[in-house]
């Protein structure tokens, strides 16, 4: 059965470094583009990147530009969210997709598959 699994979430003092994966099972990664949201209790999921099925082409939010970086193996049928200098405001239920979706940032129509999400906490 096609699925997404994150893993490599966990608790991490403010300016620290943690690398999500996201790996597929069941299907191709390769023909999808994938995505990671991520979502705080009581708001609205919100798109933080997307990478392109060759990875050329990558999207951030605002909030993640210049401290997370996207990439992927699809090789191993795997993306990546390297997480530098986190902020308490980042500690979320964070979740990959694929695709990323016709409205990213926003969650919208067209995502095939979710992962059942994984915690980040920021705190010291």
């Known amino acids: 059965q096609p699925q997404l699994v994150e893993s490599g979430g966990g608790l991490v003092q403010p300016g620290g470094s943690l690398r999500l994966s996201c790996a597929a099972s069941?299907?191709?990664?390769?023909?999808?583009?994938i995505g990671w949201f991520r979502q705080v209790p009581g708001k609205e999921r919100e798109g933080v990147s997307c990478?392109?099925?060759?990875?050329?082409?990558?999207a951030y939010a605002d909030s993640v530009k210049g401290r997370f970086t996207i990439s992927r193996d699809n090789a191993k049928n795997t993306v990546y969210l390297q997480m530098n200098s986190l902020k308490p405001e980042d500690t979320a239920v964070y979740y990959c997709t694929a695709p990323c979706g016709g409205t990213w940032p926003s969650v919208g129509y067209g995502i095939d598959y979710w992962g059942k999400g994984i915690l980040v906490t920021v705190s010291s």
């Open positions: 990478i392109s099925r060759s990875g050329e082409n990558i």
């Open positions: 069941g299907f191709n990664m390769d023909i999808y583009a």
